[in-house]
């Protein structure tokens, strides 16, 4: 990530360096390669009524440009306060992408025969292995002739799969027949 610190009607202080290095550190790691350019503003304003500093952030991501603006007495909460909005509007950004993915990729859902490898039911949920040996996580939600308090592992079931956010998951759960 590329970074450009300014400073406008004031000196740069080394602890406000010091600062803004440990945020882009930790949007380097919260969000690898995903900002590409980071620049930071620090101006000292004329105007009494708005505090004594504003600090503006402009970042670059793919495809979008976030830009945060915050005012106040001093430089180093408002900086803080000023990343972790930036934080939020990235997360954001982020979710939204991950929206979209999720309607493009469309994943039919299909049926399958398994067999209950695992339950927690004080956690209110299993795991099936499928016909082809694949874990499919379900929820005690997804069961539907049948209660949790009732499955035993190595009963067999049928199950409507589909995609989660963390891989295969049943969509419902029935007792085989």
Known sequence: MELKIE?????????WQARIQEEKEKLIRHYPNFVLHLRVSI??????????FEIKLVA??????VVVTRK???VRPVLTESFDVLTLQLKEIQRKKRKSKKKSEHVIPHDG??????????ESYGFITSADKR???FHENALKNINMDDLEEGDSVIFGESYGDKGPQATWVR???
């Open 135 to 137: 874990d499919i996580y």
């Open 113 to 122: 025969v398994g067999i209950i490898r695992k339950l927690s039911p004080y």
């Open 72 to 74: 106040g007495e001093a």
């Open 43 to 52: 101006e000292a304003t004329t105007h009494h009524k708005e505090g004594g």
């Open 60 to 65: 670059s991501v793919p495809n979008d440009t």
């Open 175 to 177: 007792a085989a027949e």
């Open 7 to 15: 400073a406008r009607n004031v000196e740069l202080r080394k602890g």
